[in-house]
T-cell receptor, first 116, second 117 residues
Framework: DTAVSQTPKYLVTQMGNDKSIKCEQN?????MYWYKQDSKKFLKIMFS???????INETVPNRFSPKSPDKAHLNLHINSLELGDSAVYFC???????????????FGPGTRLTVL | AQKITQTQPGMFVQEKEAVTLDCTYD???????LFWYKQPSSGEMIFLIY??????QNATEGRYSLNFQKARKSANLVISASQLGDSAMYFC??????????????FGKGITLSVRP
């Protein structure tokens, strides 16, 4: 009964290739996110989607294109991979609509992308 | 300016002792939330505790408590009775603005905690 799942867990590829990472959440949340964690462990948001609509796009290169077919899925496609794209990519979800305090973001296990 | 500052590069604590991990934040919003996450060596991100800017009492979750000092803009995590399994990287994060999908989570650089037997 995994809450937020990502596939694949590891991805090793050559520079210039195109690859996708898939994310699914079964928590019924309305918002999903992609974060990038670099080699120094710094976590930075890339995108957020609310009910399939792109909300946040944090100055990410156009080579990165998120796609949300439904509110339970948020995939990340990366074109023309570069060495600097090597990182751990985390998907997360939270329930954002309504009033009240913030809810925590539940993270997926991460996808370690290595570009050679 | 950094939104979340975690300046302790690495912390060591003896098993069964308490430890405080520091976090200061910077925001002009009145409504915000502060979070702590744990990342063990296996890599997953584990939510630990949350403090809302309007909460009058410090948050507690089992052995975790958050020492929230609003005037100082600090939200330190206190772990009581440290266990070997607490060895991990700890991230402080903040969410600003009204609740909604356009209010993003901003993370600090993290603190590595090592628990000695």
């Amino acid at each position: 009964d995994t809450a937020v799942s990502q596939t694949p867990k590891y991805l090793v590829t050559q520079m210039g290739n195109d690859k996708s990472i898939k994310c699914e959440q079964n928590l019924g949340h309305d918002t999903m996110y992609w974060y990038k964690q670099d080699s120094k462990k710094f976590l930075k948001i890339m995108f957020s989607y609310n009910n399939k609509e792109l909300i946040i796009n944090e100055t990410v290169p156009n080579r990165f294109s998120p796609k949300s077919p439904d509110k339970a899925h948020l995939n990340l496609h990366i074109n023309s991979l570069e060495l600097g794209d090597s990182a751990v990519y985390f998907c997360a979800s939270s329930q954002d609509l309504g009033q009240g305090p913030y809810n925590e973001q539940f993270f997926g296990p991460g996808t370690r992308l290595t570009v050679l | 300016a950094q939104k979340i500052t975690q300046t302790q590069p690495g912390m060591f604590v003896q098993e069964k002792e308490a430890v405080t991990l520091d976090c200061t934040y910077d925001t002009s919003d009145q409504s915000y939330g502060l979070f702590w996450y744990k990342q063990p060596s296996s890599g997953e991100m584990i939510f630990l505790i949350y403090q809302g800017s309007y909460d009058e009492q410090n948050a507690t979750e089992g052995r975790y408590s958050l020492n929230f000092q609003k005037a100082r803009k600090s939200a330190n995590l206190v772990i009581s009775a440290s266990q070997l399994g607490d060895s991990a990287m700890y991230f402080c994060a903040m969410r600003e603005g009204l609740r909604g999908a356009n209010s993003k989570l901003t993370f600090g650089k993290g603190i590595t905690l090592s628990v000695r037997p």
